[in-house]
């Protein structure tokens, strides 16, 4: 069974890590701390130049002609330098679910919009509240949508966003919203990202897609946050590695005393056990399967094992992990707020439970 890269795939890889090291020298969020966009324009011209945010779309709609799991060599990238960008939101959340069940008009206007660099973002039905979300009522050839998504990324910076939204008879549908119609506001979080609250009130929407759809924004954003934390735990790992080798206690480096080799050993494991379940979810969605269970099981794992991660590189590292200069402390709060993002690990235990038929007695 061959696990390795093709050869176009080992070039966007390394491409865009030469690029992130060499714009972001330290944990990419650093540099736009305080920016009200959240990310670098200056960086997000230079994805757009090199094709990024089309890679995953088919050139008749003016992508690149690659895939997802292509993309997710990106994601990962972003996630090690830790670089805040609407990629994910653009081409994960609102781009795929699009090409995978968009109409061929759909297809030529969103795509070609997202491939061309203009920021998009997707606002999927909470985890967290069943039931609740913002709802769509039909209004003549339309419908008018009401009420409020939280923690939707970057929607301060978007021009248009794909809104779930549920009909009076329950059936969620995607809409397109232009982002001058919803009122936004920033929301402050632990994460590293500019997530908003975002509030519909009677806004009109002309297009949009089906149940379908939905359930895909939910699946493409999960698994390409899974791919983005991969990347964080690899970086976290790679800086513990590095401090045990450098750093000398009672004249020798603490990475000679067993404690701490075993805590690398178990952090390797888990880095690499999320590659795999994090990279065959993406295959089997690029494949065109619906991957439901293999995307639950990725999500609730890569979710904890990032955590893990992060906590055994804390005690390799002591206070200094903790402190503002050093970059540790930052990918921990990527690490809480990614655990959450598309359901945490309960919820994923949970409809990955469902589709065993596991039944409470």
Do not use: N
Not at 27 to 55: H, I, N, Q
Not at 153 to 158: D, L
Not at 223 to 237: K, N, P, S, Y
Not at 302 to 315: D, I, K, N, P, T
């Amino acid at each position: 069974m061959d696990l390795s890269l093709s050869e176009d795939q080992e070039l966007i890889a390394s491409t865009a890590r030469e690029l992130l090291e060499s714009r972001a020298a330290t944990a990419g969020a650093r540099a736009v701390a305080g920016d009200p966009a959240g990310y670098s324009a200056a960086l997000w011209k230079e994805m757009v130049d090199l094709g990024w945010t089309g890679l995953a779309f088919p050139e008749e709609s003016g992508g690149v002609g690659g895939d997802f799991l292509d993309v997710c060599l990106l994601f990962e990238q972003l996630g090690y330098a830790l670089v805040p960008s609407p990629l994910l939101a653009s081409v994960a959340c609102a781009g795929m679910p699009v090409a995978r069940f968009g109409t061929a008009e759909q297809k030529e206007r969103w795509l070609g919009a997202i491939a061309e660099g203009r920021v998009v973002t997707a606002a999927p039905l909470p985890w967290d509240r069943p039931g609740e979300g913002p709802v769509a009522a039909p209004d003549g050839d339309g419908f008018v949508l009401t009420g409020t998504a939280t923690f939707v990324p970057f929607a301060a910076s978007a021009e248009s966003l794909l809104v779930a939204a549920r009909l009076d008879g329950g059936e969620p549908r995607a809409f397109w919203v232009d982002a001058s119609a919803v009122t936004v506001r920033p929301l402050d979080t632990v994460g590293l990202d500019r997530p908003c609250h975002v509030e519909l009130a009677g806004v009109r929407a002309d297009d949009a897609l089906g149940s379908e759809a939905v359930e895909a924004m939910a699946r493409f954003g999960a698994a390409a946050v899974c791919a983005e934390m991969v990347g964080g735990a690899q970086r976290v790992l790679d800086l513990t590695v590095a401090y045990a080798t450098e750093r000398e206690q009672f004249g020798k480096p603490i990475g000679s005393f067993q404690a701490v080799q075993h805590h690398c050993a178990d952090m390797a494991i888990d880095v690499l056990g999320s590659r795999f379940i994090a990279y065959e979810a993406a295959w089997l969605l690029s494949s065109g399967r619906d991957a439901a269970e293999e995307v639950a099981m990725a999500k609730a794992w890569v979710s904890e094992a990032y955590e893990r991660v992060c906590a055994l590189g804390h005690q390799v590292h002591g206070a200094i992990g903790f402190t503002a200069e050093h970059d540790l402390h930052l990918f921990s709060r990527h690490a809480a707020s990614a655990a959450l993002a598309f359901g945490d690990g309960d919820r994923h235990y949970d409809a990955l439970a469902a589709a065993l038929d596991v039944q409470d007695t």
